[in-house]
Each structure stands twice: as C-alpha cells, then as structure tokens.
C-alpha cells in the first residue's frame, strides 16, 4: 500500500511536471539553457509617424472691386481698413466762409453721426462697382447754435464818417459798411453740405449794411472864414466854389462855432430883432428893398442867418448886424445847392 501511494504520488508529480510551463522555460529546453523573450504576435511599424497637414487659413474677405461708401472708393479693401478710410474721409473739417471771414469746424463739433458701420456691412455683400450710400443724422440744433455763434462775431455795425475842420477846412473821417450773417440760409447750407458728405467750402451768405453818411454821400458844408469875409462851399470834403460876404460889426459879431441850417425861406418878410438898432423899425415885405433879399437861410445860432442883400457895396466888409450877407444872385445859387441839416462852420 505504501509503494502504492508512493507510486502514485511519483506520477502525479509528473503529470503536473509536464503541463505547467515554468517561468524562462520552454517546452523542451534544459534547465539553465537561456530562453529567447517572448515575441508579440503582432509585428510593430517602427516608420516614423507623418504629421497631419494644417488646414489652410481662409483668405480674409475683401470688398469687390469698384465698391464706393458715401462715394469713397473701397474696393479691394479689408473692411477693417475700409471702415478706417471713410471714418477719416468723414472726420474731415468743414471750410466755412463769410466775406473776409474763414473759419475750420470739425463735424463733430455739428451734430454730425454717420451710421457706417452698417455702410461698410452693406459694402461686404455688393457687387463690384456698387455704390454703397451712408445714412447720416446731423443734429440741427447743434448748427443754428453753431452758425449764432459765428454770426455775433461776424456783426459789424454801420459806422458813418464823422465831419470836423482840419485846417479850416472840413474833414470827414473813413465809414464802413455794417454786416450780419444770414444765419437761416447759413444753417441749411452747412446741413447739405454734411448730409452729401461734400467738403468744399461752404460760401455763407452775408446781408450788408450801408452807412448812411460816408465821404462821398455827405453832401455840402458852409465855411464862413469872418476874418476875410469869405463863404466857402465845399461838397464833403472836396472845395466847390467861394463867395464873397459881409459879416458882422465888431458890436455885433457874427458868432464863431458850428452851426447848421435849420430853415429856408424863399422871397421872406423881414421882421425886426428884439435890439436896440432896429428900435422902431416895422416889417418888411418880399420886394426889391426888403432887407434880406430873395432867400434866407436861417442858422442854429439865434437870429442869424444866410441871406441876400440889396445893400451890395456891404458885400466884402464886416457891417452885417451878425448875419452873413451875400450878393442876390450869389445867396439864391445857394439856396438851392444846400439843405436843411446842412453843416455851416463860422470861423475867425
């Protein structure tokens, strides 16, 4: 029985000796025998590996050929760059001018709000040579403020030519015209030419006021030089012609000073002064001996006055009772080449 299971433990052994294959050892092979590493069943690529190709960038689109945004040319542009020229284009300043007046806004400074960005969306989808048109506000407000502005600066009043003597002889100084700006027609131009995009200058129309006294539009003055018993007649400042007069006694003196002509008389009646010389006199009616002649020209200075005379012989001689006498003739030439407001200067 012991060599029975002695037996039978030696083939068991040997059974499981046959059937499990020991680490490093093949089937076969002796003990101590080195082994080959197990192979892989399936055979490795050991080519190097190719990198996938990048896909191609698209190209960055451009706007077609002959495209214009508010009649600026963009074609073949990007749009970025597109957007950059017309924004440029737009920002421009606006020339504005009024008579010898020059001015430079910005459009900004005007209300002026162009939409383009949706301009340059709609120049991304047109067709070559497509004209692209910008939708643009501009603030009205803003303007007529703007264009009040420029016209109280621009206003210049009427200034009329001031008369005085210069060596006793009149002088009237430089006039100028008055200006204002005409602000309604101004605001509408500016508007224009902002809503077209236009940025020629902008001519703005100017209203003048003329002076109502200048050199050439004066008219007569009266010199009267007492010490020579003269009456010089000038048409402004430009001498017409010289007369012959009698002034007043050294008792009764014709009054120096400025004066002018406030009254016309053809064919007058005399009446007599409150003065002790004419104490019993009456009035005089227009005839030949009536002592004022055919014409009176009455002065600002009291009772004293331009007028003829039949009393000729007085005529170049200081004898008048104040008043300036002229010879017949002379004083109704007169009378009719002077007016009332006429200037008269009475000098020694």
């Not at 939708?135 to 621009?154: H, I, K, M, Q, Y």
């Not at 010490?227 to 012959?244: I, Q, V």
């Not at 400025?258 to 003065?275: A, D, E, G, Q, T």
Request: aromatic letters at 6%; proline letters at 10%; hydrophobic letters at 40%.
């Amino acid at each position: 029985m012991v060599l029975a299971f002695g037996l039978a433990g030696a083939f068991a052994a040997n059974v499981v000796a046959g059937t499990v294959a020991l680490p490093g050892v093949s089937r076969g092979s002796r003990p101590g025998a080195s082994t080959p590493a197990p192979t892989s069943t399936t055979s490795r690529n050991t080519a190097p590996k190719q990198k996938p190709r990048p896909k191609p960038k698209p190209k960055p689109q451009r706007i077609a050929a002959r495209v214009t945004v508010a009649g600026i040319r963009v074609g073949r542009m990007k749009p970025a760059a597109a957007e950059q020229k017309v924004r440029s284009a737009l920002a421009r300043p606006l020339v504005l001018r009024a008579g010898n007046l020059r001015l430079s806004v910005r459009p900004a400074q005007l209300g002026f709000h162009p939409h383009l960005l949706s301009a340059i969306a709609r120049a991304k989808k047109a067709r070559p040579g497509a004209h692209v048109k910008l939708l643009v506000v501009v603030e009205t407000g803003a303007v007529s403020r703007f264009v009040g502005e420029v016209a109280v600066r621009f206003h210049r009043d009427a200034v009329d030519s001031q008369l005085s003597l210069r060596g006793l002889r009149p002088f009237l100084t430089e006039s100028s015209a008055g200006r204002d700006l005409v602000r309604a027609v101004s605001a509408q131009r500016i508007v224009f030419s902002l809503l077209h995009n236009e940025r020629r200058p902008v001519a703005l129309p100017v209203r003048r006021e003329r002076q109502a006294v200048s050199r050439s539009s004066f008219g007569p003055v009266i010199v009267i030089r007492r010490g020579s018993n003269e009456l010089l007649l000038y048409d402004g400042m430009k001498p017409w012609r010289t007369f012959a007069a009698a002034t007043g006694q050294s008792r009764y003196p014709t009054p120096l000073g400025r004066f002018s002509i406030v009254v016309k008389w053809r064919n007058p009646w005399w009446y007599p002064p409150n003065s002790a010389w004419a104490r019993g006199l009456k009035p005089v009616p227009p005839g030949p001996g009536n002592p004022l002649g055919t014409r009176w020209m009455g002065l600002t200075a009291p009772g004293v006055g331009i007028h003829g005379t039949p009393d000729d012989a007085s005529i170049g001689y200081s004898l008048s009772h104040g008043c300036i006498r002229m010879h017949i003739p002379d004083a109704e030439w007169l009378f009719d080449q002077v007016s009332i407001g006429t200037p008269v200067f009475i000098v020694g």
